[in-house]
Nanobody, 122 residues
């Protein structure tokens, strides 16, 4: 059974930083690309970042480019999202996802975590 478990969400003031982690189990981690997708209340899911199988390629959504960094450690079956210079509009539930293709389209991910709340106050 595949499990993706996010951690590290919380409450932070604008301009601050948070680091999210996602621990994967039940799959051959290096065979999957990994991504982060977020969803704010009443909004559609929004692509945040993705990383290739061995971390050589990364992609970011326009709204987080130059502020967020995705990375992975295949030895630990874990993907990370470092979020700096956070803004109130970054407030959302952040989901970790695994897929076979390197994609920016949320619906193309196969497995999803349960999500972790990130709240940024102004």
């Amino acid at each position: 059974q595949v499990q993706l478990v996010e951690s590290g969400g919380g409450f932070v003031q604008a301009g601050g930083s948070l680091s999210l982690s996602c621990a994967a189990s039940g799959l051959s981690f290096s065979d999957y690309t990994m991504g982060w997708v977020r969803q704010a209340p009443g909004e559609a899911r929004e692509f945040v970042a993705s990383i290739s199988w061995h971390g050589t390629s990364t992609y970011y959504g326009d709204s987080v480019e130059d502020r967020f960094t995705i990375s992975r450690d295949n030895a630990k079956n874990t993907v990370y999202l470092q979020m700096d210079n956070l803004k109130p509009e970054d407030t959302a539930v952040y989901y970790c996802a695994a897929g076979r293709m390197l994609t920016q389209v949320p619906s193309q991910y196969r497995y999803w975590g349960q999500g972790t709340q990130v709240t940024v106050s102004s």
